[in-house]
């Protein structure tokens, strides 16, 4: 680990707007590293863009070049070459304020120089939305302690809309390496599995409340528009049931009743996510779906079951007949428009 942080840069015809994401992190100075992962693009001057980054900054660029393995893929080869002692994804339509990121690495070089690293940093992030030239920033001050470390014994509520993503987090490297992390090739929406599989392995943390990932929604082929999701919903039952497979969450509140109860709210999201997708389908097969996902979950846990069909997030997902679906839809777009998530 020669480098303080590594920035993994998945890239997929990203050639219109990853220049911006990319110099914004050039901001942070020598000591830290950028794999710029070109994930097969074939449509426009990605890989060119790649290599010339590398080409003009050797000692803190490099660009890998693979076969299209889809965003996991490329977070994966990032964290596979990593140098650095801490890892940060940043996708390529987004990018980084400077300020908050020199704030972020001064803290991180502390403490690596008084030998105490942490596994994991929290920093605030900020919702770009194009369409209206509106900024929501989604700080954690109401759940983090601030200016020192702390574990998840001392950490506070965190509110229904409010979760940590990866836009927020910086994980120690070695840790990530250490609980197995591997994401599944050719799907979207695995950077819900990417902050949520490590947390039981998180020890020490530290949240540093400035508004660091600035996280561009807004363009109409963009993963988390609506449309789209819809035709990618299997991709998003994917993730849901890699999740469910990943913690027994009885075993996980048992070590930490806080952390399995944030987890527990965050798994009832992606149920409920998942499922109003399918709804919004509409059709007999994606009514299938829906059936089958809850009654697997049925299958691995009863209890996490009931909780989540009757007393979470998920519940308003699960209303019975036509007339019911109906609801939830009008009850998520209601959602989406007030938090304007996507």
Known sequence: MDKLITFAVPCYNSAAYMEHCVDTLLQGGDDIEIILVDDGSTKDDTPAICDRYQEQYPDIVRAIHQPNGGHGEGVNQGLRNARGQYYKVVDSDDWVDVPSLHKALDKLRQFEKDG???DMMVCNYVYE???TNTQRVMHYRNVFPRNR????????RFRPSQYLLMHSVIYRTQMLRDC????PKHTFYVDNIFVYQPL?????????????????????DQSVNEKVMVTRVDQQLRVTYQMIDSHDLNLVSQQHKKLGRYMFSY???????????????????????RTQLWEY?????????????????????????????????GLYRLARKIYKFN
């Open 180 to 183: 197995g992390l591997e994401l």
């Open 149 to 156: 470390v702390f574990n998840w014994d001392q950490i506070g």
């Open 297 to 329: 979950l049925r299958g691995v846990d009863s209890g996490i079951y009931h909780k989540m069909k009757y007393r979470a997030v998920s519940a308003f997902t699960a209303f019975p007949g036509y007339q019911g679906r109906r609801l939830s839809v």
């Open 116 to 118: 105490k690293p942490i």
């Open 267 to 289: 798994l009832a999201m992606m149920m409920a996510i998942s499922s109003i997708f399918l709804v919004i389908d509409g059709t007999p097969e994606a009514l299938g779906k």
């Open 200 to 220: 039981p392995s998180v020890k020490n943390i530290y949240y540093l409340d400035v508004d660091l990932y600035r996280y561009f929604i807004g363009r109409s």
């Open 129 to 131: 939305h194009a369409e």
